[in-house]
T-cell receptor, first 109, second 116 residues
Framework: QKEVEQNSGPLSVPEGAIASLNCTYS??????FFWYRQYSGKSPELIMF????GDKEDGRFTAQLNKASQYVSLLIRDSQPSDSATYLC?????????FGTGTRLTVIP | DAGVIQSPRHEVTEMGQEVTLRCKPI?????LFWYRQTMMRGLELLIY????????DSGMPEDRFSAKMPNASFSTLKIQPSEPRDSAVYFC??????????????FGPGTRLLVL
């Protein structure tokens, strides 16, 4: 079992819709959780981090964490074509950091 | 701040040659990470340093790979001898722990390596 699992997609949503990206992890000792966005040919850039159960909102982005279910998600409201990218989930068990393989999102104008 | 700096940005070499990738972390960051990214395997952590000391190199694929961090502002990843299966994008990232938030990593632009 991989440390971090994501659906590779591609996930396609129409412009203006809500995009929902999901991630599960195996290490219950994980403490911090990150979402990175990676445009094609570019390096990953941090969008959000969350470390407490519940929701964390930042503009059009909302991260949701459920430690009991070992599940973290990212919601993108009012999706824009510029949101088209690969989204990487990263999980931080003590002393390490594991990335998922990413979900490719396409927002259709 | 200039961000994480990597060089070269692109490298094309022949099988058997030595390849050296370089990284300058963000000033003040005390952790440095080397990653490899391929379509098949995604982003893989190769090794990370904390305060210039290698902490975990379990991701280094084999003895052909070595990494050093002689000081807080410079690190190298060396492949000797290189093989075609080493072709990938190699990222360097640095971080500085923030209280209560784990370690947020900032990535360099990457080195695109092609071994023929």
């Amino acid at each position: 079992q991989k440390e971090v699992e994501q659906n590779s997609g591609p996930l396609s949503v129409p412009e203006g819709a809500i995009a929902s990206l999901n991630c599960t992890y195996s290490d219950r000792g994980s403490q911090s959780f990150f979402w990175y966005r990676q445009y094609s040919g570019k390096s990953p850039e941090l969008i959000m981090f969350i470390y407490s159960n519940g929701d964390k909102e930042d503009g059009r982005f909302t991260a949701q964490l459920n430690k009991a279910s070992q599940y973290v998600s990212l919601l993108i409201r009012d999706s824009q074509p510029s949101d088209s990218a690969t989204y990487l989930c990263a999980v931080n068990p003590p002393g390490n950091l594991f990335f998922g393989t990413g979900t490719r999102l396409t927002v259709i104008p | 701040d200039a961000g994480v700096i990597q060089s070269p940005r692109h490298e094309v070499t022949e099988m058997g040659q030595e390849v050296t990738l370089r990284c300058k972390p963000i000033s003040g960051h005390n952790s440095l990470f080397w990653y490899r990214q391929t379509m098949m395997r995604g982003l893989e952590l190769l090794i990370y340093f904390n305060n210039n000391v290698p902490i975990d190199d379990s991701g280094m694929p084999e003895d052909r790979f070595s990494a050093k961090m002689p000081n807080a502002s410079f690190s190298t990843l060396k492949i000797q001898p290189s093989e075609p299966r080493d072709s990938a994008v190699y990222f360097c990232a640095s971080s500085s722990p923030l209280a209560g938030t784990g370690e947020t990593q900032y990535f360099g632009p990457g080195t695109r390596l092609l071994v023929l």
